[in-house]
């Protein structure tokens, strides 16, 4: 998976194609926040993906946390909208907060997902990716001050 990714990404470099894209903050209150780690990529990131077409980003959202952490989501709070073109393309990326219901379990069956952890707030992993720092200061502040991811 990791040569379909750096292909894509050349890619997207020569032909700048319009993405949409999806992030979600999952907490609780006891465990912190939830990040994952695929299997195609270095570091640690917010459940999401990729928005199909016919599908709203809201239910983008609810299959991606379904898919990669087994996670059901009723209701999904929209954080921001961000604006991207780190890897080429012209990315639009919806970035929500879900509460983890009390009792509910993750389980990973997602071949992309190497791992997933809820981490403290205040013990967040060096291998974090930049993005994810960013969007996870800015949700505690509450303060999105840039529409760029």
Do not use: N
Request: hydrophobic letters at 35%; proline letters at 3%.
């Amino acid at each position: 998976m990791a040569w379909y990714h750096a292909v894509a990404k050349w890619y997207w470099k020569i032909r700048k194609p319009l993405t949409l894209g999806v992030r979600v903050i999952v907490t609780d209150k006891e465990k912190g926040v939830l990040l994952i780690r695929h299997t195609y990529v270095h570091g640690w990131y917010l459940p999401g993906g990729g928005v199909e077409r016919g599908e709203s980003f809201g239910e983008a959202a609810r299959r991606e946390l379904w898919e990669e952490c087994g996670i059901r989501a009723d209701v999904l709070t929209l954080c921001h909208l961000f604006y991207s073109e780190r890897e080429g393309k012209r990315d639009h990326i919806a970035l929500y907060h879900v509460d983890l219901t009390p009792g509910q379990e993750l389980h990973k069956d997602d071949k992309e997902v190497a791992e997933m952890r809820f981490f403290a707030w205040d013990e967040l992993p060096q291998e974090i990716s930049p993005a994810t720092e960013r969007r996870l200061s800015q949700y505690r502040m509450q303060s999105f001050q840039s529409d760029h991811w």
